[in-house]
Structures are given as C-alpha cells and as structure tokens.
C-alpha cells in the first residue's frame, strides 16, 4: 500500500512527525526522493506536490493521501464514507487536526462589494477555480472566474478582478492587502483520504487506526499513584479519568492500612490541579507521563 505525502511546504514536516509517532518510520529519505519504504514491509510513500495527491490517489498511484481539504475539494468530490462516495470521489477517513486554514471570499476594503451579491456579473481571481464555481451556484451569483497561479491579493489592485477567493490562516495578508473578508468558502485543515475501493482494505484501517491513536493522546497524561484503599472513591472524584481508572491491591503501608494503586489517562489540563487534590486525600508517589498513542 503506497501512501502519498507533501513534498515540501508547511505540510510536509508535521505529516512526516506524525508519521514517525504513529509507528510508521520512513527509512532512506532523502532531498527530492520520489519514493521511500518504511519499517512495515508493506506500506511505502510517495512524495508529491500537495495539490496533486488527490489524483494520485484518484489515479491508483497511491492508496491513501495525506493533503488539505482544500486540495482535495479543488480536485473533485469528497465523501464522509464509502457508502456515499460517487466513483471519483476520495473518502475523507480522519481530520488530521494541523494545517487549518480558510479558503474565504475578500473584496477591497474600500471597494464597493459588501456582500456576495454585489459580485453579480463581476470577475473574481482564485487558485481555486472548482471551489470558487461551486460556492457561486450554491450562492446563486453568477460571477467570471478567473484562475491565477500566485499573488491572488494583487489581482484587485491592479484591476485583474473585483475580488478573490483565497486561502488564508490568520488574516493578515489579506489586512497587509486591505482586502475585507466577505464570507468563508471552506474551513480546511490536513486529512486522511482514501479511494472508496480500498476503504475497507485491512491495511487502510490499520494505518487510519495507527494516526488516530497519536491524536488521541494529544493533550493527554497518564497519572499513576498510590492511594489509602479507604480513600479511593475520594480519589475517583478527583480523576474520573477516561472509561474510569485501573485499580490494583499493593501492600499495606507502614500503619498497616490497605493501599491500591491507581492508573489513569486525564487531560493534561486538569494535571495542575489533579496532583493537589489527589495529595489531600492521601494519594501518595503520584507519577505524570506522557502517552505517546491512545486506542480508545
């Protein structure tokens, strides 16, 4: 199974790392490599342009694609499942959650476009030709697209087009542009996308499983401690934890009294506070790690 990846770009090192974290280590990488296998026998990767692994995918060269949803979207159908996917359409498997961005319609600040409607008639500059046509008949304005390959902010000042269709993250190119955000087209970030055909395909599954327990564990501690068994349910109360906690019997303290040890996965925003409360009701050699994969 051959997975296609950025090549390069903002993309290309965090799909790397959460390949490497999820168990799948790239072996004999090097600067513009095409192909590279990793530690399972079966599963290799391709490296290509983000804009162009939805086809690749489409076309049979890879199996499964890591991208934006943006790409995917500019290159043709997305579906949620198999079960909806027309022939060409990629499943999206798993929202990846880095590489979030907007792909937004912005009009001179000082222009005289203040809502989609006033675009009837009018010509718009985007990367986005596919994306940008299909948000116009959603919206019901007919609008003259126009594609550009770079400086799409440029196109309004320099009378290329009324207005844009872009992507944009944080806003401020746009700002630097005094262009106005008139409405959101697609709310993007990375995901996992599949061909229909091989959705059901063991080895798909095990890769989606693989990538989603690093996002799970995301955020997560794992709390291991010692506690008075009298105490325990105090201690529950302070860490419900996910799917409750692991309690094993330990030998008695110096007093003689029963002790149980406790494990359990928290958020790592309720550490801070967790330890202070687990110390008042008697829990004891309190330990915090991190959790490098999560199968829930």
Do not use: W
Not at 155 to 182: E, F
Request: aromatic share 4%; glycine share 8%.
């Amino acid at each position: 199974m051959r997975i296609a990846v950025p090549n390069k770009g903002r993309l290309h090192d965090p799909t790397l790392s959460l390949l490497e974290r999820a168990g799948l280590h790239i072996e004999n990488t090097a600067d513009r490599q095409l192909y590279a296998d990793t530690v399972d026998p079966d599963v290799s990767i391709l490296f290509a342009r983000a804009a162009d692994i939805p086809e690749y995918v489409r076309d049979g060269a890879a199996d499964l694609g890591i991208t934006g949803l943006d790409q995917a979207e500019e290159s043709g159908g997305v579906a949620a499942d198999a079960g909806s996917a027309d022939e060409d359409d990629l499943v999206d498997l798993l929202d990846l959650d880095y590489g979030s961005c907007r792909l937004v319609l912005a009009a001179p600040e000082d222009g005289d476009v203040e809502s989609v409607a006033d675009l009837q008639g009018a010509t718009v500059a985007t990367e986005f030709p596919n994306v940008t046509r299909e948000y116009f008949d959603r919206v019901g304005v007919d609008a003259d697209i126009v594609t550009v390959t770079g400086a799409t902010e440029l196109t309004p000042h320099v009378d290329m087009a009324d207005a844009i269709v872009d992507i944009t993250s944080t806003g401020t190119t746009l700002k630097v542009n005094r262009l106005a955000v008139i409405d959101d087209v697609l709310d993007s970030s990375v995901r996992l996308f599949a061909r229909s055909d091989v959705v059901d395909d063991p080895k798909v599954e095990q890769v989606r499983t693989a990538l989603e327990s690093v996002l799970a564990a995301d955020g997560r501690r794992y709390l291991m401690m010692n506690a008075p068994k009298a105490n325990l349910d105090a201690v529950r109360d302070v860490i419900p934890g996910l799917g409750g906690q692991t309690v094993m019997d330990v030998e008695a303290d110096e007093n003689g009294n029963g002790m149980v040890a406790v494990h359990v996965v928290v958020d790592e925003r309720d550490v801070f506070e967790a330890i202070a409360e687990l110390k008042e009701v008697g829990a004891t050699g309190i330990l915090v790690t991190e959790i490098e994969r999560l199968v829930e």
